[in-house]
């Protein structure tokens, strides 16, 4: 079976420092992964999203990136964080989708408090 | 562009009560819809999904859901709700252009209370 890990699972950074969250997928080849935010009482905006090995894309213009160095790992990063960035962040892997759509699978999230 | 729409942010229920937590979503292209809970500080868990066939979807722990195409709705019930039930509930909706991408509702956050 397929399990989806991230951690840290809470993080406390003070502005300006550098970030480094990490997911992995195991059980599954070749996944798309996908990292969203949570702000406090607010749904879900997705940040990024990889369909392989380098290949990111950025849907939210901001002072976080992303990288998929493995197949299956994603990590998201920040060289200087700010006060906005605080928030729940979740990685989610999905199958190749081949003629219709598959739902997300979601890790159990960090979460990130910025000082 | 694809947006979703979640008509209640908050909504309180006695146990055993009946519950509906309403979606509206709007869409130039065939949609496929989904509705996942979020327990407190956990990610969050697939209840059921519509991508085609039966309007009225089934899933896990007791939830049903009717897809409505003339009302853009993809509203979400429970005929008895436990105190269990008590999480946040995320209505989505499939981003098109491939790659599943979901766009994602703000979320309408169901308290059960004895």
């Known amino acids: 079976s397929q399990t989806i890990h991230q951690w840290p699972a809470t993080l406390v950074q003070p502005v300006g420092s550098p970030l480094s969250l990490e997911c992995t997928v195991e059980?599954?080849?070749?996944?798309?992964l996908y990292w969203y935010r949570q702000a406090a009482g607010r749904g879900l905006q997705l940040l990024f999203y990889?369909?392989?090995?380098?290949?990111i894309s950025s849907e939210v213009p901001q002072n976080l990136s992303a990288s998929r160095p493995q197949d299956r790992q994603f990590i998201l990063s920040s060289k200087k964080l700010l006060l906005s960035d605080s928030g729940f962040y979740l990685c989610?892997?999905?199958?190749?989708?081949?003629?219709?759509?598959?739902?997300?699978?979601f890790g159990p999230g960090t979460r990130l408090t910025v000082l | 562009a694809q947006s979703v729409t979640q008509l209640d942010s908050q909504v309180p229920v006695f146990e055993e009560a009946p519950v509906e937590l309403r979606c509206n979503y709007s869409?130039?292209?065939?949609?496929?819809l989904f509705w996942y809970v979020q327990y407190p500080n956990q990610g969050l868990q697939l209840l059921l999904k519509?991508?085609?066939?039966?309007?009225l979807v089934k899933g896990i722990n007791g939830f049903e859901a009717e897809f409505n195409k003339s009302q853009t709705s993809f509203h979400l019930r429970k005929p008895s709700v436990h105190i269990s039930d008590t999480a946040e509930y995320f209505c989505?909706?499939?981003?098109?252009?491939?790659?599943?991408?979901?766009?994602f509702g703000a979320g309408t956050r169901l308290a059960v209370h004895p």
């Open positions: 869409s130039s292209v065939s949609v496929y």
């Open positions: 989505a909706v499939s981003g098109g252009g491939g790659y599943n991408k979901l766009i």
């Open positions: 989610a892997w999905t199958r190749l989708a081949l003629s219709s759509y598959n739902e997300q699978f």
């Open positions: 059980g599954t080849s070749n996944p798309n």
């Open positions: 990889s369909v392989g090995i380098g290949q």
């Open positions: 519509y991508l085609s066939g039966s309007t």
